[in-house]
């Protein structure tokens, strides 16, 4: 904020970087929704329902905006549409490790003792082993990563369509959300219709080899119809739910959604 050129010492607040914050938390398929008129501040205003009168009242104004998008974009998914594949030829090679954490902090998950724990709206509440999750129907796909610090990677994953295994656990895909706890604090949740995308693929495999630990062992979901950090690694728990869950980086300000 800027000081008030009045010489009340009020606070002034900066529309256009307001604006500007405003803009870059609608991704680009949303800012396509809109017309260039409602992309102006009082459009935005308008169609929030809020006011800016300070810091506080910005915030959530940008928290605003930033749940709006989730709404389009989740309007603006089909189901149906695939992402792009390629070939072996085009992997990014070495595939980049990514956290918010350094690679020496990777968590080390013994295969032994793991289970994957399932809970919320699901029929099948067990736990499942390794060597279970292994014997499932087995799928590949070479799709690209995008990163939402602008960089992008394409990989091999191979594991189990995450549609079929929900389905086989008793899964409520009715439901609004599913959601992931992970070894390393991480969480993240996704709506249920890109759960149910047909390239959405529990991994346990990288490349043709073993999940190795800085992708994700010993799972990762990957789905390359949102952004990567809506793809969780180290997954130690699903569940089914109603209740918004949010996610590590939303719960930021991140939008939600995170399509691609």
């Given at each position: 904020?800027?000081?008030?050129?009045?010489?009340?010492?009020?606070?002034?607040?900066?529309?256009?970087?307001?604006?500007?914050?405003a803009?870059?938390?609608?991704?680009?398929?949303?800012?396509?929704?809109?017309?260039?008129?409602?992309?102006?501040?009082?459009?935005?205003?308008?169609?929030?329902?809020?006011?800016?009168?300070?810091?506080?009242?910005?915030?959530?104004?940008?928290?605003?905006?930033?749940r709006?998008?989730?709404?389009?974009?989740?309007?603006?998914?089909?189901?149906?549409?695939?992402?792009p594949?390629?070939?072996?030829?085009?992997?990014?090679?070495?595939f980049?490790?990514?956290?918010?954490?350094g690679?020496?902090?990777?968590?080390?998950?013994?295969?032994?003792?793991?289970?994957?724990?399932l809970?919320?709206?699901?029929?099948?509440?067990?736990?499942?082993?390794?060597?279970e999750?292994?014997?499932?129907p087995?799928?590949?796909?070479?799709?690209?990563?995008?990163?939402?610090?602008?960089?992008?990677a394409?990989?091999?994953?191979?594991?189990?369509?995450?549609?079929?295994?929900?389905?086989?656990?008793?899964?409520?895909?009715?439901?609004?959300?599913?959601?992931?706890?992970?070894?390393?604090?991480?969480?993240?949740?996704?709506?249920?219709?890109?759960a149910?995308?047909?390239?959405?693929l529990?991994?346990?495999?990288?490349?043709?080899?073993?999940?190795?630990?800085?992708?994700?062992?010993?799972?990762?979901?990957?789905?390359?119809?949102?952004?990567g950090?809506?793809?969780?690694?180290?997954?130690?728990e699903?569940?089914?739910?109603?209740?918004?869950?949010?996610?590590?980086?939303?719960?930021?300000?991140?939008?939600?959604?995170?399509?691609?």
């Open positions: 904020m800027k000081r008030s050129p009045t010489g009340t010492g009020m606070p002034s607040l900066d529309t256009r970087a307001i604006l500007a914050d803009r870059r938390e609608l991704a680009l398929p949303s800012r396509r929704a809109f017309g260039k008129r409602v992309l102006t501040l009082g459009g935005l205003l308008m169609l929030t329902g809020c006011s800016l009168t300070d810091e506080k009242s910005v915030n959530a104004f940008l928290m605003s905006v930033s709006m998008n989730d709404r389009i974009q989740a309007w603006l998914f089909d189901p149906t549409r695939l992402a594949t390629y070939s072996e030829a085009q992997l990014t090679r070495p980049p490790f990514n956290a918010y954490y690679i020496d902090q990777v968590p080390e998950v013994d295969a032994d003792g793991f289970v994957l724990k809970s919320g709206l699901v029929t099948g509440k067990r736990n499942w082993t390794l060597s999750l292994y014997a499932l087995h799928a590949e796909q070479i799709t690209r990563h995008i990163c939402v610090e602008g960089w992008s394409i990989g091999h994953w191979g594991g189990t369509p995450f549609v079929d295994f929900l389905h086989r656990v008793g899964a409520d895909t009715s439901a609004k959300y599913v959601g992931f706890k992970c070894a390393d604090d991480y969480y993240e949740s996704i709506d249920m219709a890109s149910l995308h047909p390239q959405t529990l991994t346990f495999q990288y490349d043709g080899q073993t999940l190795p630990p800085e992708y994700g062992f010993p799972m990762k979901l990957r789905i390359p119809t949102k952004l950090y809506k793809n969780p690694k180290h997954v130690m699903i569940f089914v739910t109603n209740t918004y869950p949010g996610g590590y980086w939303s719960d930021q300000g991140y939008n939600w959604f995170g399509g691609s």
